[in-house]
């Protein structure tokens, strides 16, 4: 047991994850490349099914590093009436806080037991399309890139949704309402606005921006038949904390899942309306968020109605799929950088070096890509930039 411990800390195992993720996501990516421009034209249909596979090839691999190498696992908290009826077996409009590194990846886990991880989507900026392997996945795989610009936004909202919404297969739509990414500095940017309007001060959210979403709802009717309210903590005394790097290292977080089945047809189709929905749906949020925080139940103080709790069983296919690729990329990578280190030449030899370095400087960025501290700068903490970040508020709210 120590000696396994021991490996789940060694980056020298960390670099063979990063190889394998990295050199997989470029192979994948050829083949979503060549299926887009070869396939696609002629058959969105088969296209979507095939990419339904690459996609989950890709994203399992992470799915595999939380839930088989930290041995991570979910309780969910869901109506097991509802879940028996509806999870995985229609399109979904996903609204989830965004308050921890990993939330998304508790999402992709969650995805992953009800059979629907390679057709999650997310509405993400539009730089993110760029970023090698995962961007590109992304970008293949049919999700909203957003400006920032919204006349821009409104048409891309628009347009893509109603193709997300012709999807053969199950597919869910994550929306970030926040924006970005929880922390005290952003709330307090985003209370002096929420008194200012009058609108629900939250203490464990930032203010929902609402355009996105009342943008969306018109395309998502008859389509999507369903929001699914989502709301994700871990226990704040928990001595490992929820984030990338520790699941690298092997160390076992718990996830508590709570989900609520809404019909579309129950949100507003006023805009104004469909607004002040949301806003009450965030604060509703934040009393389930209070109410953990303090007692570690969703519903002991918050005021909403209890409901079933239970677990999903671990899947194999993302423990497969990872070992297959580890198989097929490692053994010939590790033989050209031994070839390279034993060849006796200095160019050789550095290139060698060169590739390892590379390796760990996507792996360092990829997991800075989740780091709170990385997240915009929404709420920053010169006067210069609240200024800016609550002309930008006001602007998308």
Avoid at 8 to 22: E, G, P, R
Avoid at 176 to 199: D, H, I, M, V
Avoid at 311 to 318: A, C, D, I, M, T
Wanted: aromatic share 14%; hydrophobic share 40%.
């Amino acid at each position: 047991m120590e000696y396994l411990d021991l490996l789940k800390k060694s980056s020298v195992v960390h670099l063979m994850f990063a190889i394998t993720f990295f050199m997989s996501g470029v192979a994948i990516n050829s083949l979503q490349g060549i299926l887009y421009l070869g396939l696609r034209p002629f058959s969105k249909y088969y296209y979507r099914k095939i990419n339904y596979y690459l996609c989950y090839s890709f994203y399992s691999q992470l799915v595999f590093m939380a839930e088989w190498w930290a041995t991570s696992d979910l309780i969910i908290y869901i109506d097991k009436k509802d879940f028996d009826k509806y999870y995985g077996k229609e399109h979904g409009y996903l609204l989830m806080n965004h308050s921890y590194e990993i939330d998304w990846l508790m999402g992709w886990i969650f995805c992953d037991r009800i059979k629907i991880l390679g057709n999650c989507k997310a509405y993400a900026k539009k730089s993110i399309q760029y970023v090698p392997t995962l961007g590109w996945a992304w970008k293949f795989a049919e999700s909203v890139f957003l400006e920032r610009s919204w006349e821009k936004d409104k048409q891309m909202i628009g347009r893509q949704i109603s193709e997300l919404g012709d999807y053969p297969d199950p597919m869910w739509l994550l929306l970030y309402a926040e924006g970005t990414r929880f922390t005290p500095q952003k709330q307090e940017a985003c209370q002096k606005f929420a008194k200012s309007k009058g609108l629900p001060l939250l203490k464990h959210h930032l203010t929902p921006r609402t355009k996105g979403f009342t943008a969306s709802i018109p395309h998502l009717r008859g389509k999507v038949d369903a929001i699914y309210d989502i709301q994700l903590a871990f226990n704040p005394k928990a001595t490992v904390k929820p984030t990338m790097t520790n699941l690298l290292r092997g160390e076992k977080v718990e996830a508590h899942l709570y989900i609520k089945r809404i019909p579309i047809s129950e949100i507003p189709e006023d805009a104004e309306a469909a607004s002040t929905w949301l806003h009450q749906k965030y604060h509703e949020k934040d009393q389930l968020a209070e109410s953990f925080m303090e007692t570690g139940d969703f519903f002991a103080t918050s005021g909403v109605p209890r409901t079933d709790v239970f677990k999903l069983e671990r899947r194999n296919y993302s423990l497969i799929n990872t070992l297959c690729w580890a198989v097929v990329v490692l053994v010939p990578m590790l033989h050209y950088l031994i070839t390279l280190f034993i060849s006796g030449s200095t160019i050789a030899f550095s290139l060698g070096v060169g590739i390892i370095v590379l390796f760990y400087i996507l792996m360092k960025k990829t997991i800075g890509m989740s780091e709170i501290s990385r997240g915009s700068s929404y709420g920053a903490a010169t006067s210069t930039e609240k200024v800016q970040e609550s002309n930008e508020i006001k602007k998308e709210i």
